[in-house]
């Protein structure tokens, strides 16, 4: 059965969607990717309402049976981490809110997955997602070339998600396991 996932790279200017199909046998094909913008100006409840209806609309075109949305990381940037989280919760509500199961990701899983490095730049993650889909050129802008590789790193690692939430930790990959103790470590 192919599975649809649709993967989201939060953010509150540029929030990054992309939605793949993967077969059983890990074959991967577009389905569609883009952002869905708000104006740095508005008032950020706007800011929000806009993404909010974006990421609804998305979910409601292309019926994911799957969400990949990108974990928040802890920045040296708070006003960053603080949109970026707050844009989390409006694709996990949107996905809860249709019985979607989803998946979060840290950047450096995805990167791991895609280019098989965890610390690879935007250019070289755009470079293997563009390989993988077949695409003549690179998915622009790079937040939703991130979408297409949270969803791609989703679907590859699809039994990873209920390692990450207490499972065993010999089934993650290093970043999750990382996670996973940070998370243990913050509920002491």
């Known amino acids: 059965m192919t599975l649809r996932v649709l ?49 609804e609309a998305a979910i409601d075109e292309h019926k994911p049976h799957a969400m990949a949305v990108e974990r928040v990381f802890a920045q040296h940037n708070l006003r960053t981490v603080m949109g970026t989280a707050q844009v989390s919760g409006l694709a996990l509500h949107a996905a809860a809110s249709r019985t979607i199961p989803v998946g979060l990701r840290t950047p450096s899983e995805v990167k791991a997955a895609i280019t098989g490095y965890g610390a690879a730049d935007k250019k070289q993650v755009q470079t293997m997602v563009a390989r993988v889909l077949g695409l003549a050129e690179l998915p622009q802008p790079a937040d939703a070339a991130d979408a297409l590789a949270l969803a791609i790193c989703h679907a590859w690692r699809g039994a990873a ?10 089934a993650m990959t290093p970043a999750q396991r990382a996670w996973l103790a940070a998370e243990r470590a913050s509920k002491r």
């Open 7 to 55: 993967g989201v790279d939060p953010g509150l200017t540029r929030c990054g969607i992309g939605v793949v199909d993967v077969e059983p046998d890990r074959r991967v094909s577009l389905v569609y990717y883009g952002v869905v913008r708000s104006e740095p100006s508005s008032p950020i409840e706007q800011r929000l309402l806009t993404i909010g209806l974006g990421l």
């Open 161 to 170: 998600p209920a390692a990450a939430s207490g499972g065993d930790p010999s």
